[in-house]
């Protein structure tokens, strides 16, 4: 009887614990994380009140009453909501969940299989973390700011990456094309790093298959080739033979097993760049975390096979009406979903195998290059919709007729009208030599002008300008890294976009040279972006029904705006004439000043009333220490209620705090 009675008493106390403690800390929290909080707080503070001196009273002989109005008792109490939310502080602080995805955890996921994930991922991550402490990069990473550090923090980088294995390979040849971020070092040693996938089981491909297919196999495909043409870390190709038609396609597959991967390697990967950027100035000064970020929100794109058949019928529909003639796979959507693609098949080779395929099809390798870098510049300045990943394998010649054929369109790249227009005079300004010209060029094309000291920049782009003078080709490689180079020097950086574009010249440049080693890019591009600027000019002469009907819709949406022109003149100078007009400013007309404004007072009011608690608390307590009267006992009642509610609200203002960081509310 004695010990169901402590059970129920304790059992009201931790639900009064369980009920203070979320409405102290606020309704938006992890009930999980609270009830571990309360269990620890509730069975830490009685076991120490048991110690320390409840065994020695006579505490199972008194009544409830009594018991529950004793000081010790009081004491107990809110030492069990102090030390839960303390607790609950200490869980949101090593919380292994990352910002970047922690909206995206299903609440539906069981209690048993959260913390099952969780400890697998905090294992793998803390593998990840002994490779790299083992590879020395804690040591070198303190040192990467000059330049004869690099290469060893290179290094690390790499095989850290490497012995990582799966996601973080892909992550560092990512990063192998970021040469508008990381010093040549870092190029050329990520660069080295191969990724050796296994194909998919026969089994795996036929499960894939059934799962992902509207019907069954036997519908759909008269023929599959069970031997994959690729394999990749994302999904693998087959060919096979339609049943409905006898077209030759071929398949791609997503495969089964990178969800999961997504959803741990991914998230440790954003980890792991954090714990980077925490160690290290540099990695934050080129983003480091927000790299891993940008290159998991990407992936998990990327194998949402959805997208890249939207941005395959895109590029196709913008090519159609081309006058340079390039050709896309069909994508037959009645098989296709965001798990299989089937798309037509071209009996070609791809440019890579090297310039003797061009004999054996009779293509003049000159004309077929020039066609693949008029098109692609046709996709950035026309469409603004372009490929992204132009290197040679993702370049065929079509064997019937030996036309360019473009391939895998899952990393297509957009560019806005603005930045199509400033990257043509870029284009013109290098052929040209003008570092005027490509300073302006360049002003379209980065985020932040405010701080630009244009005389500097020219003369460090006329140096750029210089080193690539008076040469048999331009070479882009170089040109557009020193380009990168110039922009992270004076603190700025190109639109992610623009980025995008800049290394996709990179990459065409090098298809461009394997496929014909003495063609020059810029050479031809000057030629394309005069004739860009040229029809852009003379449109509407070359289209005159459709610039018509444009300029009546202008006319149409301004002609009610024109007609309240007279009336808001004349509202205006009676509003001057009589010393009513009133130029105004205010910060908080902005939703998002206001609310981070308000959010910072709110927690400042909180802070200081806090510290207000503890410093008159103290202050009654030490008054307290030199009366003698019956009267201390409660200056010191009154002393220690104050500095336990000091103790709670800087509590909740740190859980609020680490919260609203992660949650990105001060972001």
Known sequence: MIYLRIFLEMFVIAIFIFYVSGRLIGNRIHVLKRLFSVIFGVGLTTLVYWYSYLRFTDYFNEGFLSAVTDASTVIWIGSMLMISMLFFLFLELFDTQTFATRRQKSAHKSIFLRLRHNFRRQKRLSHVLEIAMKNGIS??????????????????????????????????????????????????????????????????????LSKSLPGSFEEAFSSFNIEPLAAGSIGQVHRAVLRKNGAEVVVKLLRPDITTIM??????????????????????????????????????????????????????????????????????REYSNKNLIVLEFFQGKSVSKGPEIFEQFGVDPKEFAKTVLFSLLEQMLFSGIFHADPHPGNVFIDGQDGVPV?????????????????????VIGVQQNDPEMIFDAITSLIEDTKDIDRPKMQQAIGQILLKVSYVDRIPTDELIHALFDVVRDFGLSFYPAVGTA?????????TLRTIDPTFDMFTDAKQFAKKFKRDSLTRPFREPRATKERLEEEVALLLPELKKIPRRVEHLVRRIEGGRVVLHHDIFSDKANARYVTLLFSRFILL????????????????????????????????????????????????????????????
């Open 139 to 208: 040591t070198t990473i303190h040192y990467a700011r000059h330049r004869e550090n690099e290469r060893d923090l290179a290094i690390a980088l790499r095989r850290t990456l490497e012995q990582s294995g799966g996601i973080f390979i892909k992550f560092g040849q990512a990063l192998s094309t970021r040469a508008d971020l990381l010093h040549p070092a870092f190029i050329e040693e990520l660069g080295k790093l191969q990724q050796n996938v296994e194909p998919l089981s026969r089994e795996q491909v036929q499960l894939v």
């Open 263 to 332: 959803r741990d390697d991914l998230d440790i990967l954003v980890q792991f760049a954090e714990w980077v950027t925490e160690k290290s100035t540099w990695a934050a000064s080129i983003g480091f975390r927000q790299l891993a970020i940008g290159f998991a929100n990407g992936l998990r794109e990327e194998i949402d096979f959805d997208i890249e058949i939207r941005n395959t019928i895109q590029i196709a529909n913008i090519l159609e009406k081309s006058p340079y003639e390039v050709k896309v796979p069909r994508v037959y």
């Open 406 to 426: 473009l391939l895998d369109f899952g990393a297509v790249g957009r560019l806005a009208q603005p930045q199509q227009e400033a990257l043509s005079q870029f």
């Open 502 to 510: 800049l290394r996709s010249l990179i990459t065409l440049d090098g």
């Open 608 to 667: 200081m009333t806090g510290i207000t608690f503890g410093i008159i608390s103290s202050a009654l307590l030490a008054i307290a220490q030199f009366i003698d009267t019956v009267y201390a006992v409660y200056l010191n009642i009154a002393a220690y209620t104050g500095l336990f509610l000091c103790v709670i609200l800087l509590v909740r203002l740190a859980i609020q705090a680490v919260r609203d960081i992660k949650d990105g509310d001060l972001s």
